[in-house]
């Protein structure tokens, strides 16, 4: 969300005559977008902002912006007299104070009349273009659909800094991706916090399968894909959508988060490790081919050897394709900073981290080996290291050999090598385009 957060301020500051500056000190505009969701990224967004700071005293001309999580939906006071050198603030998903406060800046007098002409095309869906700087830009895009979320599961700060859930009007994210199309795009990621839950908050808007629907008439458009789903809303109707639509790509984000039900309970996710694996019988039933991925939170307050053994047992029994895996980091003013004791001590988080991760590198490896011979169809990105990176259909990693440029083509591979977390192939002759 964060990434196409700051696309969609980098199109805004290239329709303003904006260029991507490699170098920091030359540019006229700095904006840093931050993540709270762990203390890690806390860390790093403010260990970024005390470099910038030289930076802004040296040249005082400079527009220091600081949006995302760390200013918050609402105004935020505090963040702003404990910054004082930084000039402009935005919310999450939100350029509008940046791009107000550089026309308000910047665009005095005689180019008033510029500025009033740029602003329109700035907030038009249909001419968000893909900021030049992007190196992929040419292959896909990130598309929210869903901003902000109302779940609150105990340990999120997402809800408290993104806001309420507001699906996106349907008519915006068409206009918005066929822009895209019509850029060169034929790969879309929808993003919500909740993605499934597109379109429940307005009875005027389509489901997610509806959407999905209606994204797939788009011409130029060959991969579609959506993240995250939460368990329960993960609909017949949606699983049928993605087995029958040919460019929704066999992939399922849907976080287990914990396979024990009490844990489950006082994260308030909803729903039972028995629900969960139903779920995923579900999801494989219906869509033949499907990888899954899940997300893992270990060390939850209070989450003794026993419970956290229940998830790891889960994936064992679930042998998942993915897991983004994260020891739990407490969030002020979430349900379980204010009530619950972060009492898994930091050396035991590690411990459990990395018996899953271990446990997933083997599957992971398992789930690979079995593609071995097999061709499969790759979108590629860029050169990487000497190599070709794209993704298959399931988000696998897929590296091949090629004196020609391949971003952007979608090529048979025939897989030749595999490990956890990539495969080596070659381009398959006579099937590409
Ligand atoms: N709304 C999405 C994504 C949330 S953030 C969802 O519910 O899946 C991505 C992941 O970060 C979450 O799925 C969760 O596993 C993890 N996460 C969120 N808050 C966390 C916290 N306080 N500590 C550790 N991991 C956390």
New binding site residues.
């Given amino acids: 969300m964060n990434v196409a957060d700051s696309q969609r301020l980098a199109s805004s500051l290239e329709k303003l005559g904006y260029a991507h500056s490699e170098i920091i000190e030359e540019a006229d505009v700095i904006v840093l977008n931050t993540c709270m969701?762990?203390q890690s990224a806390e860390d790093k967004a403010l260990g970024r902002l005390s470099s910038l700071k030289p930076v802004k005293t040296k040249n005082p001309d400079i527009i220091l912006g600081l949006m995302g999580c760390m200013v918050g939906y609402k105004d935020n006071e505090e963040i702003r007299k404990k910054l004082p050198y930084v000039d402009v603030f935005a919310p999450p998903s939100d350029p509008k104070p940046i791009i107000d406060y550089i026309l308000a800046k910047e665009y005095i007098g005689d180019r008033a009349d510029e500025a009033l002409s740029a602003a329109p095309s700035v907030w038009d869906p249909a001419s968000l273009t893909l900021p030049k700087n992007d190196r992929n830009r040419a292959v896909s895009a990130f598309v929210p659909i869903v901003y902000g979320?109302s779940h609150a599961?105990a340990?999120?700060?997402?809800p408290y800094k993104r806001g309420r859930e507001r699906s996106r009007d349907p008519q915006e994210i068409i206009a918005h991706i066929e822009s895209l199309a019509s850029q060169g795009i034929s790969e879309v990621t929808l993003l919500g916090?909740?993605v499934d839950r597109y379109g429940l908050d307005n009875p005027e808007y389509p489901t997610l399968a509806g959407l999905l629907r209606r994204i797939h008439a788009i011409e130029g458009i060959r991969r579609i894909r959506f993240l995250?789903s939460?368990p329960n809303w993960m609909t017949d109707e949606l699983l049928e959508t993605v087995r029958d639509l040919p460019k929704v790509m066999r992939h399922i984000e849907v976080?287990a988060?914990s396979g024990n039900d009490a844990v489950l309970k006082a994260m308030r996710r909803g729903y039972t490790d028995r629900a969960y694996r139903d779920l995923i019988a579900r999801i494989r039933e219906t869509i033949p081919g499907v990888s899954i991925g899940t997300?893992?939170?270990v060390g939850f307050p209070g989450e003794t050897e026993a419970q956290f053994e229940d998830t790891a047992n889960q994936l064992r029994d679930l042998k998942l394709d993915v897991v983004?895996l994260?020891?739990?980091?407490?969030?002020t003013g979430?349900l379980s900073e204010r009530t619950m004791t972060d009492d898994v001590s930091e050396a035991e988080k590690w411990r459990r981290f990395r018996i899953i991760e271990a446990l997933q590198e083997k599957i992971a490896a398992d789930h690979h080996a079995k593609r071995l011979g097999e061709t499969i169809e790759v979108l590629f990105e860029e050169k990487k290291r000497g190599r070709w990176v794209g993704r298959s259909e399931n988000m696998d990693l897929v590296y091949v050999e090629s004196d020609e440029n391949l971003t952007g083509r979608y090529l048979p591979v025939k897989i030749e090598w595999t490990g956890p977390w990539t495969m080596i192939g070659t381009i398959a002759d006579g099937l590409g385009e």
């Fill in positions: 969701v762990r979320c599961c340990y999120c700060i997402i916090q909740i995250t939460h976080p988060q997300d893992i939170i983004h994260a020891r739990y980091s407490p969030r979430t």
